[in-house]
């Protein structure tokens, strides 16, 4: 089965007792069964069946089997976020004492949690990017996994998933991949060797912004060991089910971190479309970014494809010739930028990606305002730079509204900020 296809047929085919060619939203908290043997059977996982929604949910488990097989793994858990999924990742592997590694572009929700489980005891080391050089001078017998991102937003760094993984290995580390702004669509991180994948669904899977929400998929490929994750003791014993079993009846059970079964059905909707819309996205992006690299007032355009990206041939050789819906512009002054994102017609002034929508912000302003100014620069953040998440409107309309939009703050503060 091809991707397209896999999107609508992958481990799913309806609704079996019905024939409804999606699952229907069971918005139910719990179920009953039809006898107390039948429900000690599923509290301790020896039958198939539901028995309340905090810890599974017929319409949340067909998008968490369908995300599966895109994504190659063994099981997935969806959660009320992207950040609950992170979340969730850490706590169900780490404990006080711990520490991880973690590429610095990393989003900027990851980051303030990463501080918070400061707190927990919990140390992360960052580094620019996952290397032999960088890891010989952060590796500790304390360190118990490497966290990095598919493309980091907004740097735009691409991460060599393959590489990567091959390092990581030699270290005996698993490594958790958000795949958030690349999607399956793009990459299938577990092929590459990705222990764990992470989406916030909330963005390109769901495709509308209409639903907030989280998936980790788990390729059962990591060998957990009792002795390096002592709170894995009671789960090695299934094997390669271990990281997701102990998941599904204890990290993301007692969070209470569930996807409502509303917003997975949205998701459903929206995942069957991903390749279609994704097809566009990284089209449109690109044309956007070859624009901008040939005009005048633009400092730096930053698109993954683009020959002057240092992680160009990364891109296409990894995501066959695409380069994701995000790209960046810089245009000299904070003045500027504003200017520029107060004059678009189209383009909504959002804190979001992923959105059919065209969408536009002023990350140093909005996302960094907590970061230092060093802080921001190492995550690609500048004053003068704003982040594209390019839609799937004609490309015409939107070059003419970027266009018009350049003209317009070239006119009124002259091409460079030295002659504004
Ligand atoms: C948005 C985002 C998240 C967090 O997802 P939420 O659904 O907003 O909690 C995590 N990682 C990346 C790369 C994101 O873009």
Known sequence: MKFNTALLHGNFSGDETTGATLTPIFQSSAFGQKSAEQIEKIFH??????????????????????????????????????????????????????????????????????????????KVYFIDSITKENFDMTVTKNIKAVFAETIGNPKLDVTDIRKSAELIHSYNLPFILDNTTATACLVRGINLGADIIINSSSKYINGSSNSISGIITDSGNYKWTADRYPSMKEYVQFGKFAFIAKLRNDTFRNIGCCLSPMNAYF????????????ERHCQNALRLAEFFENQDGIRAVNYP???????????????????????????????????????????????????????????????????????????GVYDDL??????????????????????????NHGYRSDEA
């Open 45 to 122: 996982n020896q039958a198939p069946g539901f028995a309340y929604s905090r810890i599974s949910n017929p319409t949340v488990a067909a998008f968490e089997s369908r995300i599966t097989y895109l994504e190659e793994g063994i099981g997935s858990v969806a959660t009320s976020s992207g950040m609950a999924a992170i979340t969730a990742t850490f706590l169900n592997i780490l404990q006080s004492g711990d520490e991880i590694i973690s590429t610095s572009s990393v989003f900027g929700g990851t980051l303030d949690l990463f501080r918070d489980l400061e707190n927990f005891g919990i």
């Open 267 to 278: 998701n459903a909707i929206g995942l069957e479309t991903l390749s279609l819309r994704m």
């Open 305 to 379: 494809l683009l020959k002057s990206s240092p992680y160009s041939d990364t891109a296409m050789s990894q995501f066959k010739g695409k380069g994701g819906g995000i790209f960046t512009i810089r245009l000299y002054t904070k003045e500027r930028a504003f200017d520029f994102i107060n004059h678009l017609k189209y383009a909504v002034n959002i804190t979001n990606i992923g959105d059919t929508k065209t969408l536009v912000i002023h990350p140093a302003s909005t996302i960094y305002a907590h970061s230092t100014q060093a802080e921001q620069e190492k995550a």
């Open 386 to 411: 704003i982040r594209v998440s390019v839609g799937i409107e004609d490309i015409e309309d939107l070059l003419e509204d970027f266009g018009e939009a350049l003209k317009y703050v070239n006119d």
